[in-house]
Structures are given as structure tokens and as C-alpha cells.
């Protein structure tokens, strides 16, 4: 019995929590994938999941035995990987990141590495949710500071600056705000975390720090989709200018209130303090520090 190719499909089904879903993903018939299951459970002789709800989820036992299956993996990756030595960079990188940085600059960053180093292998997870590394068992996230968690030990990837932006066709209809107190009576997209609206937008004037509470007929958790509501002309959205520096450019929207400056939202890459990083982390990181 493989059992380490057992454990990868348990720890799959964790992460997706759906059977069908790593099926799909690792082409495999949905019958291997819950005889996989079944059989890791009568190696471990405990019962790690629970498949009466819609969506799959883990046991206390599956829990615990998640978490330190992926310490175990991380650690044997890691074991191989320092055996190579000056050999090829192999292994899986696990990360989370921001879900704008990952869509509009993590991507290609990632397809560059991989053309350099094809054995590497990247699991990555996309989320404006500060995710625990440790826990979740991620070698690097991708945030913005400053770093809150003394567990964690951070390095500036990039500085970011943030606009006020609109369509062109917004701002014809409604006219642009002139001072920042202006967007009180505009219709704001706006960002929520954790069912935590972020309404106070904050600019700017010189010395002076200018706060206002923005409001709006549409709220998300994902910023992706407050960009593409403010590109169909829905209302005003705060963005950083790496996530719309496309649009900018061709026209889909256009910025306002240039003159007041936002606090910069600067992206740091961060890992557990006290962690070694492995040849092929310590090497992405230098190439993301590099390329961006």
C-alpha cells in the first residue's frame, strides 16, 4: 500500500473539501478517490472525514492528522529536496496570496519560475482573508503590511499606491468628486472582510488625514468583482494601481481625487519565523522580489 500517495489525496480532499473535486483535478474516477479514502482510514483505524454534508469536511481525528501529515510532507519535500543539492529545484510550493496580486501579477510570475524550473510544482489559494501559514501548512503568503503576527517574518515584494476609480461613463453621468468628502454622495463599491465592510476611506490633504464613510447599493468579499462592477459603470471602487493599471490604460476606467494621496498598500511575501526555507522557496522568493 503507497501510503504516501494516500495521504496526498487525503490532504487534497482537506484542502477542496469535495470528492469530486480532486477526482476532476486528478483524473482520476470518483470511486478511486473514496477507495483511497477508505482505505487510508482503515490504515490510520479512524474515521477522518465526514461525508453526509454537501461539502465534505474532516473529523477532530481527520483535523489533527491533516495538519501533521502536512508538517511530515513538508518536512520530506524539504529532506529531498537538500539531498539534490546543486541539482534541479523540485517540490511543491505552497502559497496564499491576496486574491488581486494572485490574478493580476502572481500568475505570470509563477509561469516564469516554472519555465526555469519545470519539477516544481505550485499549490496555490487565492483570498482576501488573512489565512493562518502555520496552520494551513502554506510556505509563503503573499499580504499587505504591516505584519501583525510575531510568528511570521516578512520581506517587501512591492509598494503600491491605491486611486479612486470609476468608468468613463460614471463619472459622465454623476461628474468626478473634487474633494474626497465628495464620494459621500456617490455610490461606492465597496470592500468587505469577514462580513467587515472597509467604509472608511481614508486620504491625504497636505498634513491632514481626511476620513470618510462611503456607502454603496453593492458590497463584496472578492475585489475582482467590485473592479468589474465599476468597469460596467456601476459606481466608484478604491483599487490598487497594480489591479487596475490595465484599465487605466485602456480607457476602461479613469482615476479621481489625484491630488489627495492614499496610505500605500505594500505587498510583503511572509513565513514562520523559525522556518528553514527550502532551496526551491528561498529561490521563488528571490525571483519574486526580482521581478517585481
Not at 474532516?58 to 529536496?81: H, K, M, N, S
Not at 484599465?247 to 479613469?254: M, N
Request: hydrophobic share 40%; aromatic share 6%; with cysteine.
Amino acid at each position: 500500500m503507497d501510503v504516501l500517495a494516500h495521504i496526498r489525496i487525503f490532504l487534497d480532499i482537506a484542502d477542496n473539501g469535495s470528492l469530486a473535486a480532486v477526482a476532476r483535478a486528478r483524473r482520476l474516477a470518483p470511486s478511486a478517490v473514496t477507495a483511497s479514502l477508505r482505505r487510508l482510514e482503515e490504515y490510520v483505524g479512524a474515521r477522518l472525514a465526514l461525508r453526509s454534508t454537501p461539502r465534505l469536511s474532516l473529523t477532530p481525528e481527520g483535523e489533527q492528522f491533516a495538519r501533521q501529515c502536512r508538517e511530515l510532507l513538508l518536512t520530506l519535500d524539504d529532506v529531498i529536496d537538500q539531498a539534490g543539492g546543486d541539482g534541479p529545484l523540485k517540490g511543491v510550493i505552497r502559497i496564499t496570496s491576496l486574491s488581486d496580486f494572485g490574478r493580476t501579477r502572481l500568475w505570470e510570475v509563477i509561469d516564469g519560475f516554472i519555465a526555469h524550473h519545470p519539477a516544481v510544482r505550485f499549490d496555490l489559494s487565492l483570498s482576501d482573508d488573512v489565512t493562518d501559514l502555520i496552520k494551513g501548512g502554506y510556505d509563503l503568503g503573499l499580504r499587505t503590511g504591516p505584519l501583525s503576527d510575531s510568528r511570521l517574518k516578512a520581506r517587501l515584494i512591492m509598494r503600491g499606491g491605491r486611486s479612486v476609480c470609476a468608468a468613463p461613463s460614471y463619472w459622465g453621468i454623476h461628474g468626478k468628486p473634487d474633494r474626497p468628502e465628495d464620494l459621500a454622495s456617490h455610490n461606492c463599491l465597496v470592500l468587505s472582510r469577514k462580513g467587515d465592510p472597509q467604509s472608511i476611506w481614508r486620504f491625504h490633504d497636505g498634513s491632514t488625514l481626511v476620513s470618510v464613510n462611503v456607502s454603496g447599493d453593492r458590497t463584496a468579499n472578492d475585489g475582482a468583482l467590485l473592479r468589474q462592477w465599476a468597469i460596467a459603470g456601476a459606481g466608484v471602487v478604491l483599487k490598487t494601481d497594480y489591479d487596475v493599471a490595465a484599465d487605466l490604460q485602456a480607457g476602461r476606467l479613469e482615476t479621481a481625487l489625484d491630488a489627495f494621496k492614499q496610505d500605500d498598500i505594500n505587498i510583503y511575501a511572509v513565513h514562520a519565523a523559525g522556518q528553514n526555507l527550502s532551496r526551491r522557496v528561498q529561490a521563488f522568493l528571490d525571483y519574486l522580489v526580482d521581478v517585481c
